[in-house]
């Protein structure tokens, strides 16, 4: 079965920004957009600045998320934030796994999978990141790390296929976020294959339609290159998605997909 998967481009804005940057920034992107229809486009700011994109995004094309979300409901959690909370700001996407939240804040499988979930029972579709270290890509073993992390979110991936919710996978190399290094395409385009073919291989019959995204220092001049493999359904924009106009641009790279 082949399946036409909407492009979704997505910006990671991280710990970066202040209320002024991000009132310009949103303004930009919110003027800019026009160009970008016929793809999913959105941004995952800060918490404190998420009611801000709510009010400059409006009911525009460009949605917005979180990057990160609570494993708890509610509750005596100093410092968390539920999904429920994220639902209440107009949150359609939260980032869950990151590497940056596995390696610096000790995030395994199983909470990534705890936190995936919790995002649907919130009805926002969590954007699952996989990638493997440098480590691993030299020593063969990216296939192998990457399933680990596939395989402990197929029971989300088939509860959300159950209740008609979608669930987003982004693959990020860990070695190419931030860094200015790039998967090349074909490095891309074969991770990508490889996480479809194992979500097909463990019975998951929706394995055509899950968008999956490559994030990793994408910029406005390898976007158009990356986004035309057959299984790159758009992009997660870290440090390009802090300039409106490089990101619009890697969002104009994803419309040539449809
Ligand atoms: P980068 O970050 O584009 O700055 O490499 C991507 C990410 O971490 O999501």
Same mark, same amino acid.
């Given at each position: ?13 991280k ?29 995952? *700011?800060?918490?404190?600045?998420? &009611? ?22 509610? &509750? ?9 909370m ?19 804040h000790?995030?395994?499988? %199983?909470?990534?999978?705890?936190? =995936? ?13 996989? &990638? ?14 990457? =399933? ?6 197929? *029971?989300?991936? =088939? ?11 982004a693959?990020?190399?860990?070695w =190419?976020?931030?860094t200015?290094?790039? %998967?090349?395409?074909?490095?891309a385009?074969?991770?990508? %294959?490889?996480?479809?073919g ?9 394995? *055509? ?6 994030g990793?220092?994408v ?8 986004f %035309? ?12 998605s802090?300039v ?10 994803a419309?040539?997909?449809?």
């Amino acid at each position: 079965m082949t399946s036409r998967r909407k492009p979704l481009v997505l910006g990671n804005w991280k710990m970066h920004g202040s209320i002024d940057m991000a009132e310009r920034l949103l303004v930009a992107l919110a003027e800019g957009a026009a160009a970008c229809s016929g793809i999913g486009l959105g941004v995952c *700011p800060p918490y404190p600045y998420l &009611g801000l994109a709510a009010a400059r995004l409006g009911r525009g094309p460009i949605g917005w998320g979180a990057q990160d979300l609570s494993a708890h409901l509610h &509750g005596a959690y100093t410092g968390e934030v539920s999904g429920g909370m994220l639902k209440d700001l107009g949150c359609t996407w939260v980032l869950v796994g990151h590497s940056e939240r596995r390696s610096l804040h000790g995030e395994s499988d %199983a909470l990534v999978a705890i936190k =995936a979930d919790r995002a649907l029972e919130a009805e926002i579709t969590p954007v699952v990141c996989v &990638g493997e270290s440098l480590a691993e890509r030299q020593s063969n073993a990216t296939e192998s790390a990457i =399933a680990q992390q596939v395989d402990a979110v197929l *029971p989300v991936l =088939a509860r959300a296929e159950a209740a008609g919710r979608a669930v987003v996978i982004a693959y990020e190399p860990v070695w =190419a976020i931030g860094t200015g290094l790039t %998967a090349t395409p074909e490095q891309a385009q074969q991770v990508h %294959a490889f996480i479809r073919g194992r979500l097909s291989a463990n019975g998951f019959r929706g394995a *055509p339609r899950v968008p999956i995204l490559y994030g990793g220092s994408v910029k406005p001049g390898n976007a158009v290159e990356l986004f %035309a493999q057959p299984d790159v359904d758009g992009g997660l924009i870290g440090g390009a998605s802090l300039v409106a106009e490089d990101f619009l641009s890697i969002a104009r790279a994803a419309v040539q997909r449809v």
